[in-house]
């Protein structure tokens, strides 16, 4: 069974930067494109970022496209999210999920960015 464990979440200033990561199990990592998603308190999940399977090429959503970095390490069957240059409006739990509509996604991690 796929499962995926997100962590690296907490509460920034805004401006300030975090680095989300995804473990994952259960399916061959290295051949799976890998996306993550995010949804704020009473809003609906919102596509970030993708890692497209072979050749590593990255997607972003308008909203973090310059500020967000996608990555992973298929070593460590492990993605990450480097998130820069935070905003108020970024707050919302993360998930990485095996497509972008959320499938598959784990617990998730809170970022929360408030002065």
């Known amino acids: 069974d796929v499962q995926l464990v997100e962590a690296g979440g907490g509460l920034v200033q805004p401006g300030g930067s975090l680095r989300l990561s995804c473990a994952a199990s259960g399916f061959t990592f290295s051949r799976s494109s890998m996306s993550w998603v995010r949804q704020a308190p009473g809003k609906a999940l919102e596509w970030v970022s993708t890692?497209?399977?072979?050749?590593?090429?990255?997607l972003y959503s308008d909203s973090v496209k310059g500020r967000f970095t996608i990555s992973r390490d298929n070593a460590k069957s492990t993605l990450y999210l480097q998130l820069n240059s935070l905003k108020a409006e970024d707050t919302a739990m993360y998930y990485c999920a095996i497509d972008r509509s959320g499938t598959g996604r784990g617990q998730g991690t809170q970022v929360t960015v408030s002065s």
């Open positions: 890692i497209l399977s072979p050749f590593g090429m990255t």
